[in-house]
């Protein structure tokens, strides 16, 4: 199982988070991997650990005042990408642009959707991976997996139909090592989660707990 931990922009210390994702990835068959904000991405991949970027903008190199470019953050040392988060959605034809532009970069990436019907679309566009997140439940600690399992089989489903080769993971609630068993009993590939970690007051002992019985 994948799983990937989205700092969003939680006040926790991006460095103490990374470097716990490090040493229990270190434990764990599971992949292990980080999303800081852009402007700790570089901080966060010097502790060795996987890097992810939250979002890139479907652009290259120019005129391009405050926006993410594909090529600085894999220089910055990410290792891959999300793609139209929930709190960061895009239109169709720039989630398009923004893989393209990721693949330019020769980074991962994971388009994130709403729904199975989106998850259609989004795998589609050609990505590594997709990742469905009910945006109801992002946040709460009620775990797609277990609260809304229709969503990821569905999803999972979805993606099947388009390309067998995009794995799919879900997020939205997901706190415990119980609900990454049950989203990968649901056929997810992994898990897209933050608060669980990002706001938990022992970050390390709860990426301990969600690895123990994967
Ligand atoms: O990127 C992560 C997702 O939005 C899930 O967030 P959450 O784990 O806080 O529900």
């Given at each position: 199982m994948f799983v990937l931990v989205n700092?969003?922009?939680?006040?926790?210390?991006p460095v103490a988070v990374a470097e716990a994702v490090r040493d229990v990835d270190d434990t764990t068959d599971a992949r292990l991997a980080v999303a800081p904000a852009a402007s700790h991405i570089e901080r966060v991949a010097e502790t060795g650990v996987e890097t992810w970027a939250q979002h890139v903008d479907p652009i290259d190199h120019g005129?391009?005042?405050?926006h993410a470019l594909a090529e600085h953050v894999a220089d910055a040392g990410a290792a891959g990408t999300l793609v139209n988060h929930s709190e960061q959605r895009l239109k169709l034809a720039d989630i398009d642009g923004a893989v393209r532009a990721a693949d330019r970069a020769d980074l991962e990436t994971i388009v994130c959707a709403n729904n199975p019907a989106q998850i259609g679309a989004a795998a589609a566009l050609g990505p590594d991976a997709v990742a469905v997140e009910p945006p109801e439940l992002?946040?709460?600690?009620?775990p797609v997996s277990q609260a809304d399992p229709d969503v990821v089989e569905n999803a999972v489903a979805a993606a099947a139909d388009v390309d067998p080769d995009v794995s799919v993971l879900c997020g939205a609630g997901i706190s415990t090592g119980d609900d990454v068993v049950a989203a990968g009993d649901l056929g997810a590939g992994g898990v897209l989660l933050a608060s669980g970690v990002?706001?938990?007051?022992d970050p390390k002992a709860a990426l301990e707990d969600l690895v123990a019985p994967l």
């Open positions: 700092l969003k922009t939680y006040p926790c210390d005129s391009n005042t405050g992002i946040g709460t600690g009620t990002a706001k938990a007051d």
